[in-house]
C-alpha cells in the first residue's frame, strides 16, 4: 500500500467512525446518511484512490480543476457534485460531467443550466443553495438564495427541462444569528426542507455539514455531508 493511499484510509476511517457515532447518537442509520468527499485542489490520483477505497460521491467547487479531473477520471463509478459558487459562462462546461450541482441560487442559473443539459442530452440533479444568514440581512459571500426566494426558485428548477429539483444544500454562515452555532442553523434548514417537501415530495435531499460539523448536520438530519480536509488533509496554500 502506498502512503498516500494509507493516509487516505486511515483519513477514511476516522471520518466513518464520526459519522457512525453521529447516527448512533442521532437514532439514524448509518444508510442514511452519503458522505461526499471534496476533492477540490487534490489530484485526480487521490481521487482514483478514494474510489478504490469505496468513495462513490466527489464534489468540485471551481470547473477549471473540476473538468479535466472528472475527464481523466470518466472511467470511475463516480457520481461528481459541484458545490461551488457557479457562472453561467461555466455551465455548458459543468453540465457536461456534473451530477448534481448544489449551489443553485438565482434563476438565471436554472436557466442556463437546463439548456445546457438538454444540448448534453443529460439530467442534472439540483439543489437549492439557501443563504441563512440573509435572513438577518447580513449576507455573505458564500451565495446561496435568501430564504424567502426558495419556492420560486424550487417551482423553476421543477418546471426546467433537463433538470431535477433533489433538495436543499447550505454552508454553515460566518455571520448573522447562525455564526459559530451550526446546529441551529441546520436545524433552520432542516425546517425549510420540510415546507419544501410539502409541494415538492422527492425533494429529500439535505446537503449540510463539513470536516468540522458533521455531526451538528447529522444530527439535524443531513442526508448528505461534504468533507474534504478530514480526508484529504489541509490542502495547499491554504495553512
Request: hydrophobic share 40%; with cysteine.
Amino acid at each position: 500500500m502506498t502512503d498516500r493511499k494509507a493516509q487516505l484510509a486511515e483519513n477514511l476511517s476516522r471520518v466513518e467512525e464520526r459519522i457512525v457515532s453521529a447516527c448512533t447518537a442521532a437514532g439514524r442509520e448509518r444508510e442514511e446518511v452519503t458522505l461526499i468527499v471534496v476533492t477540490k485542489t487534490y489530484p485526480a490520483s487521490d481521487v482514483r484512490i478514494l474510489h478504490g477505497l469505496g468513495v462513490r460521491h466527489v464534489a468540485e467547487n471551481r470547473d477549471q480543476d473540476a473538468a479535466p479531473k472528472a475527464a481523466e477520471c470518466a472511467d470511475l463509478s463516480l457520481t461528481w457534485h459541484f458545490v461551488g459558487q457557479l457562472q453561467t459562462n461555466k455551465v455548458r462546461s459543468v453540465a457536461s460531467y456534473a451530477d448534481v450541482v448544489q449551489s443553485v441560487d438565482r434563476g438565471r442559473l436554472v436557466t442556463a443550466l437546463s439548456a445546457a443539459a438538454e444540448r448534453e442530452g443529460r439530467e442534472l440533479g439540483c439543489l437549492i443553495q439557501v443563504a441563512l444568514d440573509a435572513e438577518s440581512g447580513e449576507r455573505g459571500d458564500r451565495g446561496g438564495v435568501a430564504p424567502d426566494g426558495i419556492e420560486e426558485l424550487a417551482d423553476a428548477v421543477e418546471s426546467a427541462p433537463g433538470l431535477r429539483l433533489g433538495g436543499l444544500m447550505t454552508v454553515a454562515p460566518l455571520a448573522g444569528p447562525y455564526a459559530g452555532r451550526q446546529r441551529a442553523a441546520f436545524d433552520r434548514l432542516m425546517e425549510f426542507s420540510s415546507r419544501l417537501r410539502g409541494n415538492h415530495p422527492a425533494a429529500n435531499m439535505v446537503s449540510a455539514g463539513m470536516s468540522a460539523d458533521l455531526e451538528d448536520a447529522v444530527a439535524a438530519g443531513a442526508t448528505h455531508v461534504r468533507v474534504g480536509t478530514a480526508v484529504l488533509g489541509v490542502r495547499p496554500g491554504l495553512g
